[in-house]
């Protein structure tokens, strides 16, 4: 009887502190705390990282001569309406364009890209691309960080990485909420496959197109080799360096390699130096950032 008494007394006294429990339960939940503790859960929440928009509804592109359009539509000029990023060329369908439509994509878009930039510009650029508040802003940068004169004089990997994160900074300073969708490096050594034996293009090398790699074109010595090897590690190292600082900033998304890996055929080039993306180059430009940008998920 007492053992019989005593499992009762114990049954009350756990449903007691069962409905006590759910009681301290409840009243936390209609305070708004979670189950962790106070107030501390619901700050948590609100600080939640921002989430990618889908639908930017203004572009600012940086970058390149490949931003630039250059030798897309005439030899040793710029041609900025066959952009990738910006243009309004019909037959390229550029990132603005499919984004914003081509009767917002003119007052909705801007291009900062220079021929000639290198990683060290990229800051300078995107100081005046953040005047402007955009929703999304467009990098594609490094290729003259490696094609230079000689392969010793290409910016150092280290320097690259500074550049990169100091660009990052001072947009982040003057425009937080802009998006970031950073562009790799192309594969400067496929592209040198696709000139390098037609007799017209090896004479435009020789004004000095990207000599590093484009140099002696069709030399096999160990020296020519080689260079060409070490042009191409040092922009699988800048595509690194571009993954790396990039995916330390929330709403910066970089193409996984989609650019690099991309492998460019002599028709999708430029018909006067088959090194820059011709108008069609520049639409699979277009298409491969509009399918990263529009990704419910960054690339893996």
Known sequence: MRTTAARRRARRTLTGAGSAAAAVLLAGTVAGCGPGGSDGGSERGAQAAPRWNTAPASIAAVGDSITR???????????????????????????????????????RSWN????GS?????????????AHKP??????????????????????????RSGFEQALAGLRSASPTSQVYVSSVPDLQRLWEQGKDLPMVRQIWKLGICQSMLADPLSAASGATSR???VRARVVEYNEVLREVCAKDTLCRYDGGAVFQYPFAADQLSRWDWFHPGKDG?????????????AAEPPR
């Not at 019909?90 to 984004?99: K, Y």
């Not at 900062?112 to 021929?115: I, R, V």
């Not at 290198?118 to 953040?130: H, I, K, S």
């Not at 003259?144 to 000689?150: E, L, Q």
Request: aromatic residues 4%; hydrophobic residues 40%; charged residues 20%.
């Open 69 to 107: 359009g250059f030798d897309a539509c005439s030899v040793l000029a710029d041609c900025p309406e066959v952009s990738w990023a910006t243009g309004s060329d019909p037959q390229v369908r550029s990132l603005a364009t499919r984004l914003l439509g081509d009767a917002d994509a003119p007052a």
């Open 112 to 115: 900062y890209a220079a021929t």
């Open 118 to 130: 290198r990683m060290a510009d990229l800051p300078g650029q995107l100081t005046e691309a953040a």
């Open 135 to 160: 929703d999304l802003v467009t990098v594609m940068v490094g290729s003259n960080d490696a094609c230079r004169p000689t392969a010793s004089s290409m910016t150092p990997v280290a320097e690259f």
């Open 228 to 230: 060409r090897e070490q």
């Open 282 to 294: 520049q639409a699979r430009l277009a298409e491969l950032a509009h399918r990263q940008v529009t």
